[in-house]
């Protein structure tokens, strides 16, 4: 199976491995309370970003292209802009009955994502080498959510200080905040929103 991997695909699997290390940092940071694994936690979205950038380019610079290397892209991507962001927005606070459901659902929105543009990318990208365009927000789009709770955590707003506080509503706990990742998973599975790829 290694003889099968090519070069950009070692940077697909830091990626990964920079989403794995900042779901281990928001576990440290609910089990231990060090604000640095928090912050830890939160930078690596943007590092695992990097990463998935490289992929990509290394792989067209190579000229190497394989439905394995595609599929380790989105698996990747899962972890380190899905699940790494829903485990992060736990470790702020977002911890309630609605808040569980509302992170499922954008996680869910992601991996839903990625699989619809693995069935569409050899039809979207009419005959390139790249799509021309996304349908719907990209998932590694979320660090932009990993970037406002680490604003909140720099602020000393996590926790029982979260923004907006807290609403019982019948047998669970919302969190307001949390209803950004629902909004951001229903971007990343809109068929109508059209991002062209640069």
């Not at 950009?8 to 440290?28: E, K, P, Q």
């Not at 190579?62 to 829903?86: K, T, W």
């Not at 390139?128 to 959510?145: C, H, M, N, R, W």
Request: glycine share 10%; charged share 15%.
């Amino acid at each position: 199976m290694i003889r099968g991997f090519h070069l950009a695909d070692l940077f697909t699997l830091a990626n990964a491995g920079c989403g794995v290390a900042s779901i281990f940092a928001s576990m440290t940071f609910v089990a231990t309370g060090p604000m640095s694994a928090f912050f830890v936690a939160a930078a690596l979205a943007p590092l695992a970003l990097v990463f998935d950038a490289l992929d990509g380019r290394v792989a067209r610079w190579r000229q190497r292209h394989s439905a394995m290397g595609r599929e380790l892209d989105s698996l990747s991507d899962v972890i380190s802009f899905g699940v790494a962001p829903a485990a992060l927005a736990f470790a702020a606070g977002m911890r309630g009955g609605w808040d569980w459901l509302c992170l499922v659902l954008f996680v869910a929105c992601g991996v839903s994502r990625l699989a619809r543009y693995n069935v569409t990318a050899e039809e979207l990208s009419e005959g390139q080498d790249k799509v021309a365009y996304f349908e719907g927000a990209p998932i590694p789009t979320s660090v932009l959510l990993v970037g406002l709770l680490a604003f909140a955590g720099w602020q000393g707003r996590i926790g029982a200080a979260l923004y907006f506080g807290n609403l019982e509503l019948g047998p669970f706990d919302l969190h307001p905040l949390v209803l950004v990742f629902p909004l951001w998973g229903g971007l990343m599975i809109s068929k109508t929103l059209r991002i062209p790829k640069i």
